[in-house]
């Protein structure tokens, strides 16, 4: 995504750095007629004598006027015409509105393209830049700006657990397909080789198949699974897995949920009974990175309904645009935990913003 921005900015830049030279110009010819004088002889030094009359009331006045600002010579202001650029508000509206399609066509989110806008408008707008230096300026200012956009993230999961009391429970919600189950599988091996023991409960009855694809994690895993039935109460489920961890000493539960709307009622009632019942330590939103702003529309949504504490994107190994990670943070204020970079359990990574934004082209 970044790639495609640097170009969207060079070209911007490119009409600017032109105005800039011709405007230079411009200002170098008008200097030089204001001040002809600086470009001839220069003139005789004062006879003898000249201050002689009053030389006492002479020295007495200089030395008490206030120091005024040093002019600058003709060669000094020439140089910084032709060297240094302020870009005006006007300038500032036509550059963005090549990032703002940019950023659009990549999936950020509006209110984060407004931030951005803020941000930059506040780095760029009337200060001195080099102007054979705008687009690396712009390029940089762009960069810090996105980083600031992130919710700060020093929560160390394993740590956590270790320090808390036991079990430590989490819960992952989201819609339909966000690769929940999967991301339940990989923070089962990520706690299992950190030496945590754990059971995962097995929520999701909405699906047949949900129940039996949790069991072959747990089988591959070696985590005990606790299920019921098909069809049944999946807050049920939820104290029944916590039950039993606390009966058999577990450090943490897993409960995987069923897939579901964030606009549908009946489903999301439902939800807050399994968050009343387990009472999670720690809930987690699950969504594809590459769904873009319906990802991050779903969080704020999940937000509203129970209340996030992180984020888990997946599919972010294909996501080659980078709005949803860009914007979900920003917009929920919850941070990102952690980024699904493929089908194996191993494949979780950790959450880091430089990493993320180095993968994007910078």
């Not at 129970?306 to 920003?330: H, R």
Request: hydrophobic share 40%; aromatic share 6%.
């Amino acid at each position: 995504m970044f790639k495609f921005l640097k170009e969207k900015i060079k070209g911007a830049v490119k009409n600017i750095t032109k105005e800039v030279e011709e405007k230079a110009l411009e200002e170098t010819q008008e200097i030089i007629r204001e001040e002809p004088q600086k470009l001839e002889e220069p003139p005789l030094p004062p006879k003898k004598g000249f201050l002689e009359p009053d030389l006492k009331k002479e020295i007495k006045e200089i030395i008490e006027e206030p120091k005024k600002e040093e002019k600058k010579s003709i060669t000094a202001r020439i140089k910084e015409k032709i060297t240094t650029k302020r870009i005006s508000e006007k300038e500032f509206e036509d550059l963005f509105w090549e990032l703002e399609l940019a950023l659009m066509e990549n999936n950020v989110a509006v209110e984060v393209i407004d931030k951005i806008k803020e941000e930059l408008k506040t780095d760029l707008v009337n200060n001195p830049i080099d102007k054979r230096n705008i687009a690396q300026t712009i390029e940089s200012s762009l960069k810090e700006t996105i980083q600031t956009l992130f919710k700060e993230n020093d929560f160390d999961l394993i740590d956590k657990i270790k320090a808390s009391d036991k079990p430590y429970v989490i819960l992952l919600l989201g819609v339909n397909g966000s690769g929940k189950t999967t991301s339940i599988a990989k923070l089962a091996h990520l706690l299992k080789s950190n030496d945590l023991t754990l059971a995962i409960g097995a929520a999701d009855t909405f699906r047949a198949a949900a129940i039996d694809q949790i069991e072959e994690w747990g089988k591959k895993l070696d985590v005990k699974v606790i299920k019921h039935d098909y069809g049944a109460d999946a807050a049920a489920v939820a104290f029944d897995t916590i039950k039993h961890a606390k009966a058999t000493k577990k450090d943490v539960v897993l409960i995987d949920t069923a897939g579901r709307m964030h606009s549908n009622i009946n489903l999301i009632d439902e939800l807050k009974k399994i968050v009343k019942v387990s009472n999670p330590d720690l809930k987690i939103f699950v969504g594809e990175s590459i769904t873009g702003n319906d990802c991050i529309e779903q969080a704020k949504k999940f937000d509203t309904a129970v209340g996030l504490d992180g984020i888990i994107l997946s599919k972010a190994d294909i996501d080659e645009k980078g709005g949803t990670a860009i914007s979900i943070s920003y917009v929920t204020d919850k941070p990102i935990l952690f980024l699904g970079t493929g089908q194996e359990v191993k494949d979780l990574e950790k959450f880091n913003v430089e990493k993320l934004i180095d993968n994007l082209g910078w």
